[in-house]
């Protein structure tokens, strides 16, 4: 199995910035793509951005030019530079990500625990 351990969230004023990472470990024969969604109180969880390695992010209308998603293979870590801050990122953070255990096995989604993201006006 793969776990996914997210990290870095926290308290932030407005126009402030947080930096998560995201570990993947466990028995991963190789991956493809990798991402972070969210989750308000009382809304439905949403796509922030997205990374496969070889392509170019994809980010949700909201995340654009303030968010960065970036990767290392060789760590199987995803990271979410959040900058400018807004209230309305409030959200739980969830790290996603594909993975295949083994050659010939199908590719799985595996989710993380997720890290609460609180910014103050």
């Known amino acids: 199995q793969v776990q996914l351990v997210e990290s870095g969230g926290g308290l932030v004023q407005a126009g402030g ?3 998560l990472s995201c ?5 991963i024969f190789s991956g493809n793509a990798m ?3 969210r989750q308000a109180p009382g809304k439905q969880r ?3 951005a997205t990374i ?3 392509s170019s992010p994809n980010y949700a209308d909201s995340a654009k030019g303030r968010f960065t998603i970036s990767r290392d293979n060789a760590k199987n870590m995803v990271y979410l530079q959040m900058n400018s801050l807004k209230p309305e990122d409030t959200a739980v953070y969830y790290c996603n990500a594909e993975f295949k255990t083994g ?3 199908p590719t799985s989604v595996y989710w993380g ?3 609460q993201v609180t910014v103050s006006s």
Request: a positive charge.
């Open 17 to 19: 910035s947080l930096r």
């Open 23 to 27: 570990e993947a470990s466990g028995r």
């Open 35 to 37: 991402g972070w969604y």
């Open 46 to 48: 949403e796509l922030v």
């Open 52 to 54: 496969r390695s070889g």
């Open 103 to 105: 050659w010939g096995s």
């Open 113 to 115: 625990q997720g890290t």
